[in-house]
């Protein structure tokens, strides 16, 4: 039955989906599936049958009462509900204030609704307890290097994720940007020139376009931005970069 909604979700059949779904009532797959058929139920705009779905699941570890919580969020992100999603996040906490999971989540929900406050708070009590969690620490040197002027601060925090992750591309954009950020340009595009050869990610090409325009390399940038377009037309943040600078 979860295979046959997997295929049914596939093929967009989506009600035929859920009704396979609904029929794994236990074992290894059951939870998976109820997750499902609460996205297919937002992906409907049945948002709060979703949610009421998601609550009277039976809840048989933290791992998936968790999981749980930070689906509903998210359902609530995509639906432009950020503080809704917020307030799921903070109930979540309530419960299990050390998870950083839901820390980290919350983390990433705040940045989108530039309460960069809870972010840095949220990374910082993870990092207390986990000082090698490279994600927290790119996550929080990339925010500094782009939210605000801490980029000696930022570039510390990456600087430490990198020699943890060395060829995460996340981190190693991370470290082109605050490279840039920085003024420093030559080490900068021979960074971001490496993340955007491991990962054809928009907001990648979108830094390397940026700071070979600065450097005065305006075909190199044309030449990253018509490439990543045709792979990612609609990326908001490509779009952004682009008007900025280009037009």
Not at 235 to 241: M, Q
């Amino acid at each position: 039955q979860y295979y046959l909604g997997q295929i049914a979700e596939v093929d967009q059949r989506f009600d035929d989906a859920i009704s396979y779904y609904l029929k794994v009532e236990h074992g290894e797959h059951f939870f998976n599936a109820q997750i499902r058929v609460a996205v297919i139920f937002a992906q409907q705009g049945r948002l709060e049958e979703a949610r009421a779905h998601l609550h009277q699941l039976p809840r048989q570890s933290i791992t998936h009462t968790v999981r749980a919580y930070r689906v509903e969020a998210e359902l609530l992100r995509r639906a432009g509900d950020l503080s809704g999603a917020m307030d799921v996040y903070n109930q979540a906490l309530g419960q299990y204030s050390e998870n950083s999971d839901l820390l980290y989540a919350r983390a990433m929900l705040a940045e989108k609704m530039d309460r960069l406050d809870i972010l840095e708070r949220d990374l910082r009590t993870i990092l207390s307890r986990e000082p090698d969690n490279a994600s927290a620490l790119n996550a929080l040197g990339f925010t500094l290097a782009d939210r605000t002027d801490r980029y000696l601060e930022a570039l510390e925090l990456i600087q430490r994720a990198i020699k943890l992750q060395p060829d995460d591309f996340y981190i190693i954009d991370s470290m082109g940007w605050v490279l840039y950020r920085v003024g420093r340009y030559n080490e900068a595009i021979e960074y971001l020139t490496r993340a955007l050869a491991l990962s054809s990610d928009p907001e990648v090409a979108a830094h390397l376009g940026e700071v070979l325009w600065v450097s005065g390399d305006r075909q190199g940038a044309r030449d990253v931005w018509d490439t990543a377009l045709k792979i990612s037309p609609d990326d908001e943040i490509l779009l952004e970069v682009i008007k900025r600078l280009a037009n």
